[in-house]
């Protein structure tokens, strides 16, 4: 039988309908301005590794201890990717398995906790995940979840967690999340921690290419478990990993990872996180780093000089936080009128948020996918000018009624992405 059609057919020829949609996303992604938070590029060296031949592995279990054979190549790829992320933290051991952030939480759940622990976490509005308890989550229902918040002006009240600490004796104590524009104080955590017996996670997915760059501080010696995506400004690939501060709590992690809570990892995954992990030990990493920390603060302070107020009055992570309540504006309109002007954002809860997280009244702008298109300063000073310019029209239009498209506006946010083009229309990924 010619089976040669198997390995030779290309997507386009196999399955029209899928290559018409990813060259559709492919054309969106070239025209706009991404600023959704969570969303970044790979180097072109990262998405070979991607697309390499060890997509094809099956390697459960870890190096040098696998169910399988023909591994001793991905070893060593796997060997590199813990190494290196161990480097970026400073941690005593590294697990770069974890499918995705919330399965590299799931991992410190089921390495400290039993069901029924109790477990001390920032609430969704102010800044925490999903996955640090909320009763729609896995981590909701089968633990006991009591929230602190934060302060009037949108900081970490640590004065309440201390009390509610003292008050309900956690096992876990989880700082950080996905929309917390601030420095966390990881030592004052530790403190409370100690205090009641409690492990300590720091999830940093939304920041954590800034503590490898340098630019934001480091939960270690602080807290015992860092958390984090590999896809954010790490510009890796959608993955988790878990770094633990002590090297003895290792065995703990590994065991919860495999078998714990998921089967053999993906190959081709972790090849590419090795690859965005090493280039985050480059010295440049933090020049990119800086830059990203850099744009994040000239978007917010471009707003708030339009009369956006800003979440905590400024920020220390790649995202600004803009609450929309003064302007009469909810997050989902703001975010589909930007989007109509080829600005993507995120609509998102803010402090104290009375709307639904269908609606909101807020957004989050990240910008560490504009940094990594080469984009700075000057950049996200004008994107400010821009994205007001749009929500201005959107505060002045009858509720109810559609926001006109302004081709000027929508112009200058074209002409900014075709200064700063992605990978060359001609790229062909090498098969490797």
Known sequence: MDNTWFFDETLADADPEVALHIAAEEARLRGQIELVAPKNYLSRAAREAMN?????????????????????????????????????????????????????????????????????????????????GLKSNLSGRWFNTVSYGTTDEGFIDYDAMEQLAREHRPKLIIVGGSSYPRAIDFQRVSAIAAEVGAATLADVAHFSGLIAGKQYPSPFPHIDFLTSTTNKNLRGPRGGLVVCRDAAMGRKIDSAVFPGIQGGPHPNVMAAKAVCFGEALKPEFAEYTSRVLNCARTLASGLSSRGYQIVTGGTDTPFAMVDLRNKGLTGDVAQNALEDHGVTTNRNLVPHDTESPNVTSGLRMGTSAIAARGMGEAEASELAELIADVLDRVGGVTPGSSVKIDPAIAGKVSAMASTFPLYPNNTKLRRI
Do not use: C, W
């Not at 089921?110 to 029924?116: D, I, K, Q, V």
């Open 52 to 132: 390499s031949m060890v997509v094809f592995a099956t390697i459960e279990g870890y190096p040098g201890k696998r169910y399988h054979a023909g591994v001793e190549n991905f070893d060593a790829i796997e060997r590199l990717a813990i190494e290196r992320a161990k480097a970026m933290f400073g941690g005593g051991h590294a697990n770069v398995q974890p499918h995705s952030g919330t399965q590299a939480n799931q991992a410190v759940y089921f390495a400290t906790l039993s069901p029924g622990d109790t477990v001390l976490s920032m609430d969704l509005a102010s800044g925490g995940h999903l996955s640090h």
